[in-house]
């Protein structure tokens, strides 16, 4: 029996992972394509988008959810028997896609397709590795020594990467394809210099492909077929992020999601999505929040707001009628690192 193959799609919080798979269901070709969403967060985001996207190929029963966003953290009694109720369908799918959270090391989910309940049913196709290129070009979450050598000369704090750029690094090392993103906010100069340093800083023969609003040729994306599961040595993590020493206490898990938190925000419906937009990016500039996402309720509209941002750029669009059942309210989830003023940053969003 052939291997189901499973594409691992990974990338820093708002990449572009998200649009890309919808990119990706839209033209999938009649490919029965399964969805397993990895999200961080008390409120699973992305999955209710993709469950939004209005396509026959991306049925609720196609998508399935792990509620708990660290899927190296959860491998045993979360991801196996997800992967386990999956195979078990009698209409098996033809391709698996796994979107990890921004947060996620890619690697300990390549490392669990080596587990016996499932290593004989799928194998990792590929690993696509999506970056923010404006984000990278910017600086932020990119590894750059010189900077990080002039910053650490600047401030005794700073002795070494910030967990981002390590992220990042890991992200790089673990990719068979790296997709870089968001190429319009690009000019030619930049995508060049970007793809080159991208080039060296993956294994050898790794493609850098761009990419505009995730929209990429599925017949790309599937069909690699690395088997990434059985070549782990050579994407292993650059950092080290847990601390699996017998001696260590075993009560105190320690992982790089730890320089991170996130929260649910829930208000009244809006009046003006645009000033809400305004809004939302006043907010995340006085707090420095990466991430910021959900769903909201507009006065007088039927249909359900979408809001996502990285950083201070926000996309808004409708994507589906409001059911009766659901209330008239906003939700949004806010991602950012350790630290952030709960307190005042619901009540700038509610005012």
């Given at each position: 029996m052939a291997k189901i193959p499973a594409t691992i799609v990974t990338g820093f919080l708002g990449s572009g992972k998200t649009t890309l798979i919808r990119h990706l269901l839209a033209n999938a070709g009649g490919r029965r394509i399964a969805l397993i969403i990895n999200e961080f967060g008390d409120l699973g985001v992305d999955g209710d988008i993709l469950k939004g996207c209005g396509d026959d190929t991306c049925s609720d029963d196609d998508v399935m959810e792990l509620s708990n966003g660290c899927i190296c953290c959860t491998?045993?009694?979360?991801?196996?028997?997800t992967m386990q109720k999956l195979l078990a369908r009698p209409d098996a799918p033809d391709h698996i896609v796994i979107e990890t959270s921004g947060l996620a090391l890619p690697q300990p989910l390549?490392?669990?397709?080596?587990?016996?309940?499932?290593s004989t049913r799928v194998t990792v196709d590929g690993v696509v590795t999506v970056v923010d290129g404006k984000a990278v070009v910017e600086g932020r979450f990119a590894h750059d020594t010189a900077a990080v050598d002039a910053q650490r000369a600047m401030d005794d704090n700073l002795d070494h990467e910030t967990p981002l750029?390590?992220?990042?690094e890991d992200q790089i090392a673990?990719?068979?394809m790296i997709v870089v993103n968001k190429t319009d906010l690009l000019d030619d100069a930049e995508l060049s210099t970007l793809t080159a340093r991208l080039t060296g800083e993956a294994r050898k023969g790794v493609r850098v492909v761009p990419a505009r609003m995730g929209a990429l040729p599925v017949e790309v994306l599937l069909g690699q077929g690395v088997g990434s599961e059985a070549d782990m040595e050579a994407r292993a993590e650059v950092h080290h992020h847990h601390h699996d020493d017998d001696d260590e206490d075993d009560d105190h898990h320690h992982h790089d999601h730890d320089e991170f938190e996130s929260f649910v925000v829930t208000r009244g419906e809006i009046s003006d999505p645009k000033a809400f937009a305004q809004q939302v990016t006043e907010v995340i500039r006085a707090h420095d929040i990466l991430r910021l996402k959900g769903f909201a309720a507009v006065a007088g509209k039927p249909m359900r707001l979408t809001l996502q941002a990285v950083g201070?750029?926000?996309d808004t669009y409708f994507d589906r009628p409001l059911t009766p059942d659901e209330p008239r309210q906003a939700r949004l989830v806010v991602i950012g690192e350790a630290g952030l003023d709960r307190a005042a940053i619901e009540a700038a969003l509610s005012a």
């Open positions: 491998v045993a009694e979360d991801f196996v028997p390549v490392r669990a397709f080596n587990w016996p309940e499932i750029s390590e992220l990042f673990c990719a068979d201070p750029r926000i």
